[in-house]
């Protein structure tokens, strides 16, 4: 189970808004999170990953507190180890398709297996430059699946995906999802594409 | 003639190099994370050496390192170290000089890496020294070779910081600019040119390499 009550500023245009959400998601389960553009679903992300620090909040994560404001307790990213799908995919430059994956990771036959599901095995000589978007993005999201996050968080994680790619990789995910028992939150500007794997929904607006 | 001016230089040149890289990695990596005030007004003192005049920097390091004075009369007593008159006080006088060309071009490539390389590395477990070194690092090389570049041959044409802190004394202090100077001073314009055309020819060397190994790892934005 992890519970989420924070509070963060944002600034917008408009002025300053407050992010404020309080919420629970089981553990397991797959969430689509969407919202208008600034409504704070990335910030969301972050918050809960530690990249970003909110004004107040409590996060806690199968009774294990990632943070308390009140307490001053506020677990580093590298202890959280939320597994992240960032929207520009922050591939490595300077390492090909199986260093990305040995970085994460020295489970040979682990690795193997997400070459399998991504499609990226003729690949792995390959360096983020030489792929296309397509391919980056799915090695973004294999990047994260070699550390087997308990939390994971996806932040427009299929939208250089196309339709036969996209759907054949979701049901890929669902089933690596429910062996390792991650619970998964997608943040999406297009609900539908998720339907099928997402089982909990959550909006967050201005 | 005497090479020893040329081999005092290059040596003078090597040892402030790999100071600098050693000091400048970790502070320009510090420095390029976030902006305090503090940060701020030791980045300009940093920048200094690039706009002041090297005989008011080498002035003021003759004051503060002088036996007679504070800092220098300190170390004489306590170390029996002297930096005025000595190669110790050149190196000291280059990194001084030479640390904007070290600092800079490593500040702001690792300024212009995306905040998320850093975040994605940490997400996957890695501490902060795993991500500079197999992350950050690697992907600033092109800047780090023109850093390093920079500097070393920055520190091979410094003139008027090495005269005030070093003077001109044979095989301890007098670097190929300082000889050049003194034979020209003299009318020998044969070995002025000989020294010349040496410093002339390793600077144009080192940096005409710097420009063709960075013309095959950076692209241009439009291509």
């Known amino acids: 189970m992890i519970k989420i009550d924070i509070e963060k500023k944002l600034k917008a245009y408009q002025g300053t808004q407050v992010l404020k959400i309080a919420t629970q998601f089981e553990t397991g389960s797959i969430t689509k999170i969407y919202g208008p553009s600034g409504a704070g679903k990335t910030t969301f992300l972050k918050i809960i990953a530690g990249f970003v620090q909110s004004e107040k909040g409590i996060i806690t994560v199968d009774g294990l507190t990632w943070l308390d404001t009140g307490s001053k307790i506020n677990l580093p990213p590298q202890k959280r180890m939320a597994g992240f799908v960032f929207q520009d995919y922050a591939l490595f430059p300077n390492m090909t398709v199986q260093q990305h994956l040995g970085y994460a990771s020295k489970d040979t036959g682990w690795i193997k297996r997400l070459l399998a599901i991504g499609k990226l095995e003729t690949l792995t000589t390959h360096k983020p430059e030489y792929l296309s978007g397509g391919q980056q993005q799915r090695l973004a999201i294999l990047r994260v699946l070699a550390i087997k996050p308990k939390l994971l968080l996806m932040d427009e994680p299929f939208s250089a995906l196309d339709p036969d790619m996209k759907a054949e990789l979701i049901g890929e995910l669902k089933q690596v999802f429910k062996e390792l028992g991650t619970t998964v939150l997608i943040v999406s500007h297009n609900p539908q594409e998720l339907d099928g794997l997402t089982t909990e929904q959550l909006l967050i607006s201005h | ?223």
């Open chain 2, 1 to 223: 003639m005497d090479l020893n001016p040329i081999w005092l230089t290059l040596k003078l040149a090597a040892i402030t190099t790999v100071l600098l890289l050693a000091i400048g990695l970790p502070v320009a990596w510090w420095l390029s994370k976030g902006r305090s005030i503090f940060k701020v007004i030791l980045e300009a003192i940093i920048t200094m050496p690039l706009v002041l005049p090297p005989s008011v920097l080498g002035f003021y390091l003759l004051l503060a390192f002088s036996p007679q004075h504070g800092v220098g009369h300190w170390l004489q007593q306590t170390f029996n170290i002297q930096f005025v008159f000595s190669f110790q006080g050149l190196v000291l006088a280059s990194v001084i000089y030479s640390m904007p060309f070290m600092m800079g071009p490593i500040k702001s490539a690792l300024q212009q890496l995306p905040v998320s390389l850093s975040q994605a590395s940490y997400s996957l477990g890695k501490s902060k020294w795993q991500t500079f070194t197999h992350v950050l690092l690697p992907n600033i090389k092109p800047s780090l070779l023109t850093a390093i570049v920079l500097t070393f041959a920055h520190t091979l044409g410094e003139f008027g910081v090495v005269l005030m802190i070093g003077g001109n004394i044979p095989n301890v202090t007098r670097v190929a600019s300082i000889a050049v100077y003194d034979s020209v001073e003299q009318m020998d314009y044969s070995t002025a040119n000989a020294y010349s055309l040496i410093l002339f020819s390793i600077t144009f060397i080192l940096v005409i390499s710097v420009f063709v190994f960075n013309k095959y790892r950076l692209k241009s934005p439009l291509e």
